[in-house]
């Protein structure tokens, strides 16, 4: 059970370099004894197997040695977004916590919680490390971005959290992607799970993470001669601008992992052609982990890979149901619940599936295509959002494009344009027009220079929203 397999690989080259922070190098035989005198910390505090451990904190050495801990004693483990609002993290601690653990010195307020710091925990004479999880109790609560609603704690077993990190048991899109992971650059919170899993497989596949709270840049990726990050689109649609007008040298990447919503094959096109053929998309949720990837291989030999999201796991059970598409997975990694909401829990997951609240198809390549995770109705005619948002970005001129409606189902665009190109709204919307129908077609078109973005880096469709009454009559 994890943290074994990180654990592991942390005592078996205790003089590697593990951990690169702030100037400091921490090696694997330094990091599992922080690890160890942070368990007993925890332990002290009367800490255990199905106790309920928060943790808000940032990305540093201290903050994933906490993380491991507190798996170590197989407690529930749920991290903190570091932006959430007071009324966010107090809704948060509703959620049956027995402790927080907070960076020394911080104040997040008056809570009905004890507050450990990390400094405290490992100040504790390190003992034994050995791990107490149990199989069937959850090891990990993950919250939704809450782009579309109130955030959910997606809860998942330590059996199904375990498996991320059994190296022999990779899928071989997997395991040829870690291939990449030397050098790994994690500058988001771990309460991200695309950062906190890839940074403890990094370290099982031998490499050393990178862990920063600087902003992404290229400066930053050259003088960390980072092999493999990760990041959502928007976040890559900035480090392109960045690097066009402020280049590095990026020859040391060798993989940039894409998350969150999928890309438009425009930004896509456009990353290969800056960056080379190292761009890997995974899809996904946070109630069902990977469920697909779209690999360079796929890209290069699938005439049409750019407009999809990949080929789904081999370890994935994919089922698509009903006239319009609907998306059911089983997976390994899938969670068995929303943490203490039991009516959406019997919504989301039903007879061992998930419904992802996507819409798709798999092709005859064997590829995912999304049609969209909404419909918008109009008339007598359904619109995916999805659709028309990849069918703008097949425009020269569009690299990203998101689509949103009024209550009265009126359809609005926002695009931000490839570097050196001007926004022709009437050529957008006779484009729509032509390709899907009058319906499609958006009311009016906004050029953004940057998209809006939850803590979770997803585009901010509410934020979009907030907008529209500005745009129309």
């Known amino acids: 059970m994890f943290p074994a397999p990180v654990l592991e690989a942390l005592r078996m080259t205790p003089g590697r370099t593990a951990i690169e922070h702030g100037g400091r190098e921490i090696t694997c035989g330094e990091l599992l004894t922080t690890v160890a005198r942070m368990a007993a910390g925890l332990r002290a505090a009367g800490l255990g197997p199905g106790d309920g451990v ?46 927080l653990i907070v960076e020394p010195g911080a104040s997040p307020g008056p809570l009905d919680v004890p507050i450990l710091d990390t400094a405290t925990l490992r100040s504790h004479p390190a003992e034994p490390l050995t791990s107490s999880a149990r199989p069937d109790d959850i090891a990990r609560v993950t919250f939704t971005s809450g782009s579309t609603d109130r955030p959910k704690g997606c809860a998942q077993t330590y059996r199904a959290f375990s498996t991320a990190y059994q190296r022999d048991d990779w899928p071989p899109q997997l395991a040829a992607l870690m291939t990449a992971f030397q050098r790994c650059l994690v500058y988001e919170s771990l309460a991200s799970p695309v950062m906190m899993t890839y940074l403890g497989r990094c370290l099982v596949a031998g490499g050393t993470a990178i862990m920063t709270d600087e902003n992404l840049t290229p400066a930053l990726l050259e003088r960390h001669r980072v092999t493999a990050t990760m990041m959502p689109a928007p976040r890559l649609q900035v480090l392109l601008a960045t690097q066009h007008y402020h280049p590095a040298d990026l020859t040391a990447l060798r993989a940039v992992v894409l998350n969150g919503t999928p890309a438009d094959p425009g930004l896509l096109a456009a990353a290969i052609d800056r960056l080379g053929p190292i761009i890997w998309q995974g899809y996904g949720k946070a109630e069902s982990g990977l469920i697909a990837m779209l690999t360079p291989t796929d890209i290069a030999t699938c005439p049409d890979a750019l407009t999809t999201v990949g080929r789904p796991l081999p370890t994935v059970t994919l089922s698509i149901r009903d006239h319009s598409g609907q998306i059911w997975v089983r997976t390994p990694h899938m969670m068995s619940m929303y943490w203490n909401n039991p009516s959406q829990t019997a919504e989301a997951v039903q007879d061992g599936w998930l419904h992802t609240r996507d819409t798709g198809y798999l092709g005859p390549d064997g590829l995912l295509r999304l049609t969209s995770g909404e419909t918008i109705p109009i008339t007598a005619e359904t619109c995916y959002p999805t659709t028309i948002e990849r069918l703008l970005t097949t425009h020269p001129s569009v690299s990203q494009a998101y689509v949103t409606t009024t209550p009265d189902s009126t359809i609005h665009a926002f695009v931000v344009p490839t570097p050196g190109h001007q926004i022709d709204d009437q050529a957008l ?45």
């Not at 990305?59 to 040695?65: F, G, L, R």
């Open 54 to 99: 928060a943790l808000l904190t940032g990305t540093n050495p201290d903050a994933y040695a906490a993380h491991l801990a507190a798996h170590a004693l197989g407690c529930r483990v749920a991290a903190f977004r570091p932006r959430w609002s007071a009324a966010q993290i107090a809704d948060a601690l509703g959620h049956r916590v027995d402790a």
């Open 429 to 473: 919307q006779s484009l729509i027009t032509s390709s899907l129908s009058a319906s499609h077609t958006p009311q009016t078109i906004t050029v953004l220079t940057t998209v809006p973005t939850t803590p979770a880096g997803k585009p901010d469709t509410r934020a979009l929203a907030t907008l529209l009454p500005l745009l129309t009559p």
